[in-house]
C-alpha cells in the first residue's frame, strides 16, 4: 500500500484561537505599510504573499488531492500572458483582464488534467512537467502571436476608480494591498476546500485511489476539480506577477524552476495543510532574497554596508541560490517530512506532554 | 441478481479468465475459491469495471454492465471491499465511515447505517476518532467492511477478507460476514480461506488457472474428494 510520509494531517474543526490570530495577522500586515514605507520592503512583502498564492494554490491539487504537480508554470504563464496580452494588445485594464486569465487556466486545466489524470504517481508527474514544457517552446515557437523570447513589457497600467477614490499603479503600496488581498483570498479558499465535502473527497484519493474508487468516488474527475481550483489560483497569481514586474517572457514564467518553486513552498513549509504554504514562503522568500540580493539586509539596516556576511555571500553565494535550495530540500526530506510546520506540531505536542505529565507526577511526589 | 455469462478475460495478451459462468441470487452468499493467481480477484475487478472483459456478459438485475463507469456500478448497489483493506490510513474511523456514504441516494441513510456498523463492529464504536492507519489489521478489515456497509450495499463483493488476519479473528469475520448476508445482503466473497469461506456459503464455485472447475452447495464441496485432496490437505 502506498503510504506517504510527507503529508501530515490537517485537524478538523473550527479554532476560535486559530481565527483571532489569523484576523489580527491581517490586520498587522494591512496597516503595516502605514508604519514602513520602504519601497525594498513593500517589495519584499509582495514577494511573499505572492509565494504564499503560490504554495496555497498548489496546495489544492499537491497537497488535499496528492496529486504532485511539477507543471505549475504552465498556469501561471498563461495568467501572466492573457493578463498581460489582454492589456498590451487589447488594451483591456488587467482586473478584468486577469478573470480571462484565470478562465483560459481552468480551461488548459481540464484538457491536461484529462489527458495526464490517466497516468499515476511518477508517471503524472512527468507528464505535468512535459506539459509546462510543451507550452513554454510554444510560446516561444509562435512569434507572431506571442513575441517569442522578446517578451512583454508593461507600458502602462491604468488608474484603478473604485467609487470616488482613484488608485494609480505606480509605487508599491497598490501592489502590497492587492498581494496582501488576493493571498488572504487563497488562504480562505483553501480553508473552505479542506472543510468541505470536496476536501474529503481529495483527501481520500490522496490516502487511497483504488478504495476511493471503489466507494464510487470518480478518481479521475475530482483530480480534475482539483487542478481546476488550482489553476484558477495560480493564474492569478500569474496575472498579478506580471502586472507587478511589468516584464515578462517565456523562460521567466513558463520554466521549470517556477513550477518546482510552487512544490517547494509546500514541501518546505508542510504539504497539505494551511499554514504549510506560508510558513515555506516565510523560509523561502527571505532566504532566496538574501542569497540572490545580500545588499537587500543592508537597505533594511539589519547589517552595516561593509558587513563580512554580506561580502561572504556576494563573493561565495550569489550564484549558489539553486544549490542552497537543493540542499534545503534534501535536509527537509530526510529530517522533518512533514515540513517546518510538522516540527513545529512536534515540538509543540512534546512541550505539551510534558507538562501534562509533570502535572500528574507532581501531586503523587508530595503524597 | 448478477450474472456472469461466458466471461473472458486478459491482461495483455495473457488470458487469466476462461468462460466463466457465475451466478448470484438474492440472499445468497456465493464464494468463488481457488489458488493465487487462480483468477478471482479479477472475477470481481470485472464485475466493479475496474477492468473491461475480452467478451462475455455481466447482467446485474437485467442490466447489462459492459457500459456502466466503474463509479455508477456503486451507485447500482454493488459495493466492493477491497483486497487488502484499503482504508484510509489518514481519516479517522468516522471519517471512513462516512467516505462510505460517498452516493448521494445513500447519505439521508448515513446515520443509520452507522449505528448499524457499530453494532455489528462494537470495537469500531469505541474507537471512532481513532485514526484508521493506527488499527489493527483485524480492525482494519471490521472498518473496510462497514465502510462498504455504509453505501448501502444491494450485493457486496468481498475480496479476501481473511488476508492476513489470525485464525481467531478470521473466524469473528465470517461470522459478522455470515450475520451481514442474514441482514438481507447478498454476498459474492472471494476467498483462499477454503475450510472457513465454504462453511458459511450457500453456494461456491472452485477456479484453477481461471477455469471453473466445481459448483455447487458450500457444505458438498466441503466434502468433495477433489477440493479436500487439492485445497485442505486431506
New interface residues.
Partial sequence: ?D?RPL?S?APRGFSVLGLVLFVAAIAALAVFPSFVKKPYVLHMGVVLFLAVIQGQAWNVVGGYAGQYSVGHAAFFGIGAYVTMMLLEVNKIAPWVGIWAAIAAAVLVSLVIGSITFRLRGPYFVLASISVAEIIRLATLHFKEFTRGAEGFLVSEIPTLKIGATEIEFFTKRPFYFAALGLAVLTIIANWIVQHSKLG??F??IR??Q?????????PA?YKNVALAISAAFTAAAGGFYAMFVKFIDPNTVFGLDISVQFVLICIIGGIGTILGPVIGAMVLVPLSEILRNPKGLVQLGIVSSDSGFVRFVEANLSNAHMLVYGILVVVVILFAPEGVLGVIRRLASRVRRRASSRGRTEPAATA | MLQIRKLNFAYGDLQVLWDVDLEVKQGEIVTVVGANGAGKSTILRNV?R?VRPASGSITFEGHELSHV???????MGI????E?R??????TVT?NL???S??KATRKDRERNMERVFSLFPRLAERKSQ?G?TMSGGEQQML?IG??LM?NPRVMLLDEPSLGLSPLLVRNIFEIIKEINRQGTTILLVEQNVYQSLRISHRAYVLETGRVVLSGPGAELLDNAHVKKAFLGI
Fill in positions: 500500500m503510504r503529508l494531517r474529503y473527497y483527501q481520500a490516502e487511497d483504488d478504495a476511493a474508487h471503489s466507494l464510487g468516488i470518480n474527475f | 466493479s475496474l463507469p466503474s463509479h455508477k456500478v456503486v451507485e459495493v466492493q471491499v477491497p487488502a484499503r482504508i484510509f490510513p489518514e481519516m471519517e462516512r467516505m462510505g460517498f452516493v485514526l492507519g473496510a465502510r462498504g453505501g
